[in-house]
């Protein structure tokens, strides 16, 4: 602590020449002067260190012996040789004042707490509501952005935004999903969501009304949620039971042998700008583009800096890619395998998780259009719960 | 008690005076200090005056005895 204090002070080690040291040191001790490691060099000469202001008062002593100066150490030195370098004085003050102005301000978001909700979608809200990157930090009030969100996302249960100088942490907690529960109190029918031949039942309550090996339209009663007993009184039930069947499918699609055909030149334009929190600086001078046909990429950096800190500053380069369109015409086997893969899709999506048990494709060429169309079979489940509107109720 | 100094010794390697009247005498093997109604004599090799102000000092060295004139 001593030293510490001596260096902010600022000392001197000086050389100290005359016959006989034992005066300096009474000298010293007179005018309160202090001083330490004192060392003989030799019979008439000492160095030892003093604060300036001891060394200074010295110097203006009649003492008989002889005082240089060998070495200046402390804080009062180096701010000394600052004093003429004005614009250093100022690009430090300048630097602290950034600095500071800049921990004013969000410079990084971390979202923790969320499984389904996607991060970006997160981010993407807290921006609509002004919280994001170059946000002013009180600004951020915690009530009123949880109120926001948990309105725009109803996925969202609850959350909170700590915020810790330039670091707000977004903790979220989703909903839990709970499944559908079925009123079995309501009275309802179950009927064919689909045409098809039954090859299975399960009835597990109401009245059934079909059998295996029975054809069925859409629509048409699998179990019935009215019971009508031997005195021909009515009651209404929740009829539950799951019917599978074989079903047939003819799905078409249609698309064009001609296409216009995208040929890049090989002619770029790269321009890139800085982003500052949400306020961006171009670091082009024209905004226009001489290209008539041109492909946009923006790519974003992250502002990381090895993974070990993210800074508030992001390079953002446009690439614009020349082009110009040609029409050429697909290979019927390009464009039939296209249709099958859409076919396929959509089948997979009519039939809700059953088993696709045969499929048969047919291709046509007319005017230019290949048209596909699916035969396909299947086995899936087809039956659906239908209210029943009680008569009086 | 007034106009006597107070002398620490650390081992044999520290001697702090207080109190004193100033230096009589200064080398490697002796130094004497004037502690008003009596002379500090310390004794031994290497000796230096480590710091010093108006009413305290700190001696250091290799000393080998402290006594009175």
Redesign the interface.
Known sequence: MKKTMNFIRGNVTVEVRGRF??RF??I???N?????????IDEEMLRVRMHISGYNKLRELDAPFEISLVKKTGVPFFVKKFKKRYVLIIALILCAAAVWMMSLYIWRIEVKGNVNVPTERILTELDSIGVGLGTKASKIDPYVVRNSMLLRIDELLWMTVNVNGSYAEVIVRERLVIPDIVDIKQPADVVAKKAGLITDVRVLSGERRVEVGQTIMEGELIASGTLTNTMQQQRYVHAMAEVYARTWYTLKASMPLEYGEKLYTGDETVKRSLLLGNKRINLYFSGGISFVKYDKIMNVGTGDVFGIMTLPVRIVTETYREYETALSTMAEDKAEQMLKTSLMDELIAETDGGNILATNFDFTVKDGVMTATLYAECHEQIAQTVRIEQPGA | MAGLPRIEIVGCGQVYIENHKGVMEYGENVIDVNGGKVVVRIEGSGLSLRAMNQNEMLIGGNIESVSFK
């Open positions: 040291p034992e040191m009474n010293c001790a007179e309160e002067v202090e001083f330490w490691e004192l060392s003989r």
